[in-house]
Protein backbone atom coordinates (compact mmCIF):
# COMPACT_ATOMS: atom_id res chain seq x y z
CA UNK A 1 0.00 0.00 0.00
CA UNK A 2 1.36 3.55 -1.09
CA UNK A 3 -0.01 6.42 1.03
CA UNK A 4 -0.12 9.88 -0.42
CA UNK A 5 3.24 10.61 1.29
CA UNK A 6 4.48 8.37 -1.22
CA UNK A 7 5.59 5.59 1.56
CA UNK A 8 4.89 2.03 1.50
CA UNK A 9 3.48 -0.49 4.62
CA UNK A 10 6.85 -1.87 4.44
CA UNK A 11 8.95 1.76 4.96
CA UNK A 12 6.21 2.83 7.95
CA UNK A 13 8.81 1.92 11.14
CA UNK A 14 10.98 4.61 10.38
CA UNK A 15 7.98 7.11 9.00
CA UNK A 16 8.12 9.36 12.39
CA UNK A 17 11.05 10.65 11.20
CA UNK A 18 9.61 12.64 8.61
CA UNK A 19 7.00 13.87 9.93
CA UNK A 20 8.86 14.66 13.30
CA UNK A 21 11.67 16.00 11.93
CA UNK A 22 9.78 18.97 10.69
CA UNK A 23 9.80 20.50 14.78
CA UNK A 24 12.21 20.86 17.24
CA UNK A 25 11.76 20.65 20.70
CA UNK A 26 13.02 24.83 21.35
CA UNK A 27 14.15 27.53 18.97
CA UNK A 28 17.59 26.95 20.01
CA UNK A 29 19.97 26.11 16.95
CA UNK A 30 20.93 22.74 17.68
CA UNK A 31 17.46 21.77 19.47
CA UNK A 32 16.60 18.02 18.51
CA UNK A 33 12.65 16.92 17.05
CA UNK A 34 10.30 15.34 19.49
CA UNK A 35 10.88 12.17 20.00
CA UNK A 36 7.96 9.39 19.01
CA UNK A 37 7.67 7.77 22.66
CA UNK A 38 7.45 12.10 24.12
CA UNK A 39 4.58 12.26 21.75
CA UNK A 40 2.51 9.21 22.57
CA UNK A 41 3.53 10.09 26.36
CA UNK A 42 1.45 13.71 25.45
CA UNK A 43 -1.22 12.56 23.86
CA UNK A 44 -2.05 9.70 25.82
CA UNK A 45 -1.78 11.54 29.11
CA UNK A 46 -4.13 14.14 27.62
CA UNK A 47 -6.94 11.68 26.08
CA UNK A 48 -6.84 10.15 29.66
CA UNK A 49 -7.09 13.54 31.45
CA UNK A 50 -10.45 14.42 29.09
CA UNK A 51 -12.02 11.56 29.76
CA UNK A 52 -11.41 12.44 33.73
CA UNK A 53 -13.11 15.64 32.76
CA UNK A 54 -16.14 14.01 30.77
CA UNK A 55 -16.59 11.73 33.70
CA UNK A 56 -16.85 15.26 35.95
CA UNK A 57 -18.52 16.83 33.33
CA UNK A 58 -15.25 19.97 32.95
CA UNK A 59 -14.79 21.65 30.44
CA UNK A 60 -11.10 21.63 29.85
CA UNK A 61 -9.63 25.47 30.58
CA UNK A 62 -6.30 24.52 29.79
CA UNK A 63 -3.56 21.51 28.76
CA UNK A 64 -3.63 20.21 25.50
CA UNK A 65 -7.43 19.89 24.15
CA UNK A 66 -8.15 23.02 26.11
CA UNK A 67 -10.98 25.38 23.66
CA UNK A 68 -12.98 28.22 23.46
CA UNK A 69 -16.65 27.12 24.35
CA UNK A 70 -17.66 29.64 22.53
CA UNK A 71 -16.05 27.56 19.32
CA UNK A 72 -18.98 25.59 17.87
CA UNK A 73 -17.03 22.70 16.05
CA UNK A 74 -15.26 22.32 18.96
CA UNK A 75 -18.15 21.86 21.42
CA UNK A 76 -19.68 19.47 19.02
CA UNK A 77 -16.15 17.63 18.90
CA UNK A 78 -16.28 17.15 23.11
CA UNK A 79 -20.16 16.20 22.61
CA UNK A 80 -18.95 13.62 20.35
CA UNK A 81 -16.15 12.36 22.73
CA UNK A 82 -18.81 12.59 25.68
CA UNK A 83 -21.36 9.70 23.34
CA UNK A 84 -18.71 7.47 22.77
CA UNK A 85 -17.84 7.64 26.66
CA UNK A 86 -21.20 7.40 27.65
CA UNK A 87 -21.65 4.41 25.75
CA UNK A 88 -19.01 2.51 27.35
CA UNK A 89 -18.65 4.64 30.63
CA UNK A 90 -17.00 1.67 33.14
CA UNK A 91 -14.41 1.05 30.49
CA UNK A 92 -13.46 4.53 29.86
CA UNK A 93 -13.44 5.32 33.64
CA UNK A 94 -11.16 2.29 34.22
CA UNK A 95 -8.86 3.29 31.22
CA UNK A 96 -8.23 7.02 32.34
CA UNK A 97 -7.19 6.42 35.80
CA UNK A 98 -3.31 7.50 36.29
CA UNK A 99 -2.87 4.08 38.15
CA UNK A 100 -4.03 2.59 34.55
CA UNK A 101 -0.72 3.84 32.71
CA UNK A 102 2.74 2.33 32.76
CA UNK A 103 4.88 2.68 35.92
CA UNK A 104 6.13 6.19 35.35
CA UNK A 105 2.57 6.93 36.28
CA UNK A 106 -0.07 6.84 39.12
CA UNK A 107 2.73 5.55 41.65
CA UNK A 108 1.05 6.60 44.82
CA UNK A 109 -2.03 5.25 44.11
CA UNK A 110 -0.82 1.43 42.98
CA UNK A 111 -1.42 -0.90 45.75
CA UNK A 112 -0.01 -3.32 43.74
CA UNK A 113 2.34 -3.13 41.20
CA UNK A 114 2.75 -6.12 38.57
CA UNK A 115 5.26 -7.25 36.68
CA UNK A 116 3.10 -7.09 33.52
CA UNK A 117 3.34 -3.20 34.35
CA UNK A 118 5.38 -1.81 30.83
CA UNK A 119 8.30 0.40 32.44
CA UNK A 120 7.14 3.05 29.62
CA UNK A 121 4.83 4.31 26.58
CA UNK A 122 6.63 2.14 25.04
CA UNK A 123 5.26 -0.15 21.62
CA UNK A 124 3.75 -2.77 24.03
CA UNK A 125 1.67 -0.27 26.58
CA UNK A 126 0.68 2.07 22.94
CA UNK A 127 -0.76 -1.27 21.56
CA UNK A 128 -2.46 -1.85 24.16
CA UNK A 129 -4.03 1.04 25.23
CA UNK A 130 -5.54 1.67 21.51
CA UNK A 131 -6.33 -2.14 20.89
CA UNK A 132 -9.74 -1.84 21.64
CA UNK A 133 -11.35 0.36 18.76
CA UNK A 134 -13.91 3.07 21.20
CA UNK A 135 -10.75 3.86 21.88
CA UNK A 136 -9.11 4.73 18.47
CA UNK A 137 -12.52 6.09 17.85
CA UNK A 138 -12.24 8.58 21.23
CA UNK A 139 -8.84 9.22 20.21
CA UNK A 140 -9.76 10.18 16.66
CA UNK A 141 -11.93 12.41 17.86
CA UNK A 142 -10.02 13.99 20.75
CA UNK A 143 -6.95 15.05 17.91
CA UNK A 144 -9.62 16.69 16.27
CA UNK A 145 -10.67 18.56 19.00
CA UNK A 146 -6.81 19.69 19.70
CA UNK A 147 -6.78 20.83 15.94
CA UNK A 148 -10.50 22.47 16.21
CA UNK A 149 -8.89 25.92 15.56
CA UNK A 150 -6.35 25.56 13.20
CA UNK A 151 -4.19 28.40 14.45
CA UNK A 152 -0.29 27.92 14.45
CA UNK A 153 0.54 29.73 17.47
CA UNK A 154 -1.87 27.83 19.37
CA UNK A 155 -0.71 24.41 18.45
CA UNK A 156 2.68 25.43 18.73
CA UNK A 157 1.33 26.35 22.98
CA UNK A 158 -0.40 23.36 22.76
CA UNK A 159 1.94 20.41 22.03
CA UNK A 160 5.60 22.90 22.55
CA UNK A 161 6.81 22.06 19.20
CA UNK A 162 8.32 24.56 16.76
CA UNK A 163 7.94 24.51 13.20
CA UNK A 164 10.18 27.03 12.67
CA UNK A 165 12.38 29.93 14.13
CA UNK A 166 10.02 32.70 13.17
CA UNK A 167 7.01 34.04 14.91
CA UNK A 168 6.37 34.74 10.94
CA UNK A 169 4.88 31.58 9.63
CA UNK A 170 4.29 30.00 6.11
CA UNK A 171 2.39 27.90 4.05
CA UNK A 172 5.14 25.38 5.12
CA UNK A 173 4.32 25.37 8.43
CA UNK A 174 0.62 24.62 7.85
CA UNK A 175 2.01 21.93 6.07
CA UNK A 176 3.92 20.57 8.52
CA UNK A 177 0.91 20.71 11.30
CA UNK A 178 -0.71 19.00 8.88
CA UNK A 179 1.47 16.40 8.44
CA UNK A 180 1.75 15.82 12.44
CA UNK A 181 -2.05 15.27 12.38
CA UNK A 182 -1.77 13.01 9.69
CA UNK A 183 1.13 10.89 11.50
CA UNK A 184 -0.98 11.37 15.09
CA UNK A 185 -4.44 10.07 13.20
CA UNK A 186 -2.77 7.14 10.41
CA UNK A 187 0.37 6.02 10.86
CA UNK A 188 1.08 6.48 14.39
CA UNK A 189 -1.65 3.42 14.53
CA UNK A 190 0.39 1.72 11.77
CA UNK A 191 3.52 1.39 13.55
CA UNK A 192 1.49 -0.01 16.19
CA UNK A 193 -0.35 -2.76 13.72
CA UNK A 194 -3.77 -1.37 14.28
CA UNK A 195 -6.31 -0.60 11.85
CA UNK A 196 -6.62 3.68 12.73
CA UNK A 197 -10.44 4.88 12.67
CA UNK A 198 -11.03 7.54 10.33
CA UNK A 199 -14.07 9.15 9.60
CA UNK A 200 -14.86 11.77 7.09
CA UNK A 201 -16.62 14.38 9.04
CA UNK A 202 -16.97 18.53 8.60
CA UNK A 203 -15.69 17.92 12.35
CA UNK A 204 -12.30 18.33 10.85
CA UNK A 205 -10.45 21.59 10.99
CA UNK A 206 -8.65 23.13 7.92
CA UNK A 207 -6.35 26.16 7.73
CA UNK A 208 -6.40 28.95 5.92
CA UNK A 209 -4.43 28.79 3.45
CA UNK A 210 -5.38 32.07 1.82
CA UNK A 211 -4.84 34.02 4.74
CA UNK A 212 -1.09 32.66 4.61
CA UNK A 213 -0.74 33.36 0.88
CA UNK A 214 -1.46 37.01 0.93
CA UNK A 215 1.10 36.74 4.01
CA UNK A 216 3.46 35.70 1.47
CA UNK A 217 2.29 38.14 -1.21
CA UNK A 218 2.69 41.55 1.09
CA UNK A 219 6.72 39.79 2.44
CA UNK A 220 7.54 39.37 -1.25
CA UNK A 221 6.42 42.93 -2.63
CA UNK A 222 8.30 44.53 0.33
CA UNK A 223 11.58 42.20 0.03
CA UNK A 224 11.30 43.63 -4.15
CA UNK A 225 10.45 47.34 -2.89
CA UNK A 226 13.38 47.13 -0.79
CA UNK A 227 15.74 45.83 -3.68
CA UNK A 228 14.73 48.27 -6.12
CA UNK A 229 14.91 50.95 -3.12
CA UNK A 230 18.85 49.50 -2.65
CA UNK A 231 19.33 49.35 -6.67
CA UNK A 232 18.12 53.15 -6.97
Not at 24 to 30: D, W
Not at 51 to 63: C, D, E, F, S, V
Not at 130 to 143: A, H, T
Not at 156 to 171: T, V
Request: with cysteine; glycine share 4%.
Amino acid sequence: MISKYGFCSEAQSNVELHFLGNFATSKAKNAKPPKKEYLRCKLIRGHKRAIRQLTKGIIPPATLHKFDINNSKALSIWERMKKIYDENIQFFVNLSKTEAGPKTDGKARRQVISENIQKSFNHKFCSDYFQPECVRESFYYYVLLIYAEFDIPLLIEKFQFFCCKDDGHSIKCIDKWMMLRDYITIFMFSELNLTPYIENTELISLPDYEKFIKLETIFVNKKWNKNDTEEA
